[in-house]
């Protein structure tokens, strides 16, 4: 394509370095964090995915504890007072 081996590195360089800016945006938790209170449908979305019920953080030292599920009878999943439920994402391997 081009004659020249500088070019070719140059536009390799350029291409590999495009390709790992546009590849660095698809990975990660969730940009934008959703204030305490609204509504995220995560108790619909519990029906089909992995959810816990984990207690909410005041501060970094605070426990990880958890509580169980509490389901309605139409099927909602909400938790008991005092924790928040949190979608359970697992890595290729099936990994918490």
Do not use: Y
Not at 20 to 34: E, M, Q, T, W, Y
Not at 66 to 86: M, Q, R, T
Request: with cysteine; aromatic share 6%; charged share 25%.
């Amino acid at each position: 394509m081009f004659g020249n081996n500088s070019v070719r590195r140059t536009c390799r360089s350029t291409l590999a370095a495009i390709a790992v800016f546009a590849l660095s945006g698809c990975g990660g938790d969730d940009p934008l964090p959703v204030p305490p209170g609204v509504d995220t449908g995560l108790h619909l979305a519990c029906q089909t995915v992995e959810c816990e019920c984990v207690a909410r953080k005041g501060s970094i030292f605070d426990s990880n504890e958890k509580a169980d599920i509490v389901w309605s009878e139409k099927g909602d999943a909400s938790c008991p007072e005092g924790f928040e439920l949190k979608r359970i994402r697992r890595d290729i391997l099936g990994r918490k």
